[in-house]
């Protein structure tokens, strides 16, 4: 490498001036130059001001450089740079010390204490076998939770066999009465406690779930399952991730299904409390059929029951959609005593968009009222049937029933028509007064026949 050229003057932004003393600048004094080191600690020295006929020789080649910044040599220089004792940076506080920073204390403490409350509010989780599911009720006791699931779960069917332990951040908690403590209880000790606090503080996981947990102490043949699904086909319960799957099936029957580590196993539901109890019926979207409509039909009826003959009888009840009202027809029939051969074509009232064929009523001329087999075989269609016997008394007998589908139920008559109940005035009540019975007492029927037996009648 060459040597620099020391020669030139080392500022050339500054004018070479002769009105400059360099020495005096630098504190190079009347001292020599080049026995002077430039990055020395210069000693103090008093200022003097030179005579003013005197003016100053210009820099000489060897004459001293200006200071370089920290940590940098001057040209032609080898000597390193010797760092100020003053300009020492002090040492660098570990991360680890924000124990000692109130703020920061003050922020953690406050995030825990957050944490702490939005788990107040959160739900226990019961947890078995891979199976999870918030506890909506945790007033109950642990006992009375084993009950529940002991539907979904077969090894938790005997009590005595199964404990309970509650695990929450980190701490475990055994429950010694499954049957006098409830699961709030013990939720709220935990949560209240300082060591659950102090594991708030250290988990990574700031909203832990507050797990409980059966434990099976003598093997059962139990099998696990996770939740139940409701599914409409076994291909769909299979492509779910449902262990224990609910599948109707075309015997009319309910079958589960659960998905083991062992295989599938399917066979029906005997005790099904996963669907809503439901009622077969029949809840009318139209009003009631009038009572004198009804006595019009029997009275057509009974028309067919004179000098020692009798028919049955077909009719139809109709809605009008427009006028809002019941209306009877009367089909083209041929009739006898046990059988109608109706001919339904040509009906003037076939125009679904104002008419409504609401229910098909027949007689049983004197006969009981019943749905015979040719009546279940007629009345297949969904809809409303009757039919009245019964005829030669003064209240005839009627039945009712629906067809869903062909599957016919029966339905109470006063669902769909009026009744005999009319309105009476109220100071009739006022008349009747309310009593027990006596003992011993015995209605006059009761009476009357207890005499007759007596008397061997």
Known sequence: ??????????????????????????????????????????????????????VPPAAPATSAAPPAPAGMSPAGTTTPAQPAAATAAPPVQPAAATVDNPIAAAFEQKTVENAKTSLLE???????????????DPSMTFEELRIRKSEDFADLEEGKYVSWSVDYCGIRKEIKDPKG????????????????????????????????????????????????????????????????????????????????EQGEFIAPKNKVTEFQQVRAGFTPALPKIPM???????????????????????????WD?????????IPKQTVCKDEIE????????????????????????????????????????????????????????????????????????????EGLEQP????????VTRRKPLRDSKPLAAKFHQMAKELGL
């Open 1 to 54: 490498m060459s040597e620099q050229n020391t020669n030139a003057w080392p500022f050339p932004e500054v004018p070479d001036a002769n009105d400059l003393d360099i020495n005096a600048i630098f504190g190079g004094g009347g001292t020599d130059a080049a026995d002077t080191n430039p990055f020395a600690t210069p000693a103090p020295v008093t200022p003097q001001t030179p005579p003013a006929a005197t």
């Open 122 to 136: 959160k739900a226990p989780v019961f947890c078995h076998k891979g199976a999870k599911e918030p506890i909506e």
């Open 181 to 260: 403590t409830t699961i709030i209880s013990i939720k709220e000790t935990i949560e209240r406690s300082r060591e659950f606090l102090e594991a708030l503080k250290k988990a990574k996981d700031k909203n832990p779930d507050c797990l409980v947990k059966p434990k099976v102490v003598m093997k059962t043949k139990g099998v696990a399952a996770v939740y139940k699904g409701r599914f409409g086909s076994v291909e769909e319960a299979r492509e779910s991730d449902k262990v224990i799957c609910l599948i109707p099936s075309s015997d009319g029957r309910i079958y589960e299904m659960r998905k083991t």
């Open 292 to 318: 004198r409509l009804l006595g019009q039909i029997v009275a057509f009826f009974r028309s067919y029951m004179k000098d020692g003959e009798e028919c049955e009888a077909l009719a139809q009840i109709y």
């Open 321 to 329: 959609k427009r006028a809002k009202e019941f209306f009877a027809y």
């Open 342 to 417: 109706a001919d339904l074509r040509g009906c003037p009232y076939d125009d679904e968009t104002r008419y409504l064929c609401y229910a098909d009523i027949h007689s049983h001329n004197s006969m009981k009222a019943f749905f015979s087999g040719k009546d279940d075989r007629d009345e297949r269609g969904t809809g409303l049937y009757f039919v009245v016997g019964e005829l030669d008394r003064f209240f005839p007998s009627l039945k009712a029933r629906i067809s869903c589908g062909g599957s016919f139920v029966a339905i109470d008559p006063a669902t769909v028509i």
């Open 424 to 431: 009476f005035p109220e100071e009739w009540g006022q008349c």
